[in-house]
């Protein structure tokens, strides 16, 4: 961060960081030999409690995660009782040395601002989880790049947080964690230069 400007990775850097200092990260080796297990499980464990966030630079870059639905304020009408789901921005600090706070709000209640850490303890259970991830894909653009906006696909940018005793357990891209409802990013097929040795003179 120089001259007072940061990008979505500070944020997301110092998130996790601020959580190692604070001894909130326990990241432990997953259980094995189950085969139904979705990638979430075998990261997190069958007992962790998940949180989906999705990081911004700051407060004004929050309102593009609206672009990303057909119909934003009937995704927010059918989802705002949901308490897992968060953003993530930072503000500057004024002060003797100016620091970057961390700022959580609920993803489809905004104005429930509170330190970024605090997500940690608003986990909910991967059945719920679960069904929250098939109700939000419902309502986003299909493509990911919202209405030709250039975005990258909202599964890429999203992260999934398994906590347990409200510690970070392991962390996870959506796409990784749910490939079927939040497939990767398509990425046209780009044509490659061929080289054609010219002889003498051409």
């Avoid at 639905?69 to 921005?89: I, N, P, S």
């Avoid at 100016?98 to 601002?113: C, G």
């Avoid at 999934?160 to 959506?174: E, F, K, P, W």
Wanted: overall charge negative; proline content about 5%; charged content about 20%.
């Amino acid at each position: 961060m120089s001259n007072g400007k940061w990008w979505e990775k500070t944020v997301e850097y110092k998130f996790v960081a601020d959580a190692a200092v604070n001894g909130l990260m326990d990241f432990v080796a997953p259980l094995s030999g189950r085969h139904e297990r979705t990638a979430g499980d075998a990261v997190f464990g069958v007992d962790a409690k998940l949180v989906l966030v999705e990081f911004k630079a700051t407060f004004a870059d929050v309102a593009s995660e609206e672009t990303l639905f057909e119909a934003y304020g009937e995704a927010q009408e059918a989802l705002q009782h949901y308490t897992h789901h968060f953003v993530v921005y930072g503000t500057l600090c004024s002060g003797e040395v100016p620091d970057l706070e961390l700022i959580a709000e609920r993803y489809f209640v905004r104005e429930t601002e509170q330190p970024a850490l605090e997500l940690l303890g608003r986990g909910v259970s991967k059945q719920i989880f679960d069904q929250y991830l098939e109700a939000l894909s419902q309502f986003k653009e299909e493509d990911g790049r919202a209405k030709g906006k250039g975005h990258v696909s909202p599964a890429a940018m999203s992260t999934v947080i398994g906590v347990s005793n409200g510690r970070v357990v392991g962390v996870m891209s959506l796409h990784d964690y749910a490939p079927s409802l939040a497939p990767a990013p398509t990425l046209s097929q780009v044509p490659t230069p061929t080289y054609r040795p010219r002889g003498p003179g051409g």
